[in-house]
């Protein structure tokens, strides 16, 4: 069993930056890191995620302002969102997964940008 703790939401001014951070309950060699918004509804989008070789992908929402980086030794993801918009506002989630192995979810942390 994996635990996910994610910090670093908060409040935000459009324009400044906040870093989200996702720390397992152990190493995370072998898992996809992953980071999902959920808005309002209950409906969960992807925002972006970083795979085992370290190859990064992105929402076009969020393409040139938000960064994803791992440690795998301390277990730990990264999100760094710059340039913050009003639509960036949701609760961010952090998913481990790998092939062929339960996935584990945080229970998000909240990041709300008003202008």
């Known amino acids: 069993q994996v635990q996910l703790v994610e910090s670093g939401g908060g409040s935000a001014q459009v324009g400044e930056s906040l870093r989200l951070s996702c720390v397992a309950s152990?190493?995370?060699?072998?898992?996809?890191v992953a980071w999902y918004r959920q808005g309002s509804g209950d409906a969960r989008e992807s925002v972006a995620s970083i795979d085992t070789r370290g190859r990064t992908k992105y929402s076009d929402a969020v393409k040139g302002r938000f960064t994803a980086s791992r440690d795998n030794v301390r277990g730990t993801g990264w999100l760094q969102m710059n340039s913050l918009k009003p639509e960036d506002t949701g609760l961010y989630l952090c998913?481990?997964?790998?092939?062929?192995?339960?996935?584990?979810w945080g229970q998000g942390t909240q990041v709300t940008v008003s202008s």
């Open positions: 152990g190493t995370i060699f072998g898992w996809t």
């Open positions: 998913h481990l997964s790998s092939s062929g192995v339960q996935d584990y």
